[in-house]
């Protein structure tokens, strides 16, 4: 039974930088896709980023390239998000997220953590 759980979340301000991390148990490797989403007030869960636990092959919603970076760590047990230079419009539930498919939409994620607060503010 695969769980996953996210940490790391807080307040902070705008410019400075937070890494969350997400614990898995379970079967999530060879040919898994790991991913991060968030939800902010009001709207729709959206795609962040995403890696493939076997290449560790990466992708990134345009709205966090070059400012958020994903990875694996922890002997691969363990997946982390990278946030820095964050903006109020990054303030969400972040969720972690496991699947077998290379995609951005949630609909194709099995197994979600729950998630994990970032505000941000100005």
């Known amino acids: 039974h695969v769980q996953l759980q996210a940490c790391g979340g807080g307040l902070v301000q705008a410019g400075s930088s937070l890494r969350l991390s997400c614990s898995g148990s379970?079967?999530?490797?060879?040919?898994?896709?790991m991913a991060w989403f968030r939800q902010a007030p009001g709207k729709e869960r959206e795609f962040v980023a995403l890696i493939r636990w076997s290449t560790s092959r990466t992708l990134y919603a345009d709205s966090v390239k070059g400012r958020f970076t994903i990875s694996k760590d922890g002997a691969q047990n363990m997946m982390s998000l990278q946030m820095s230079n964050l903006e109020p419009e990054d303030t969400a539930v972040y969720y972690c997220?496991?699947?077998?498919?290379?995609?951005?939409?949630?609909?194709?994620?099995?197994?979600w953590g729950r998630g994990t607060l970032v505000t941000v503010s100005s």
């Open positions: 379970g079967r999530i490797y060879s040919s898994a896709v």
């Open positions: 997220a496991r699947g077998i498919q290379w995609s951005s939409q949630p609909a194709d994620y099995n197994y």
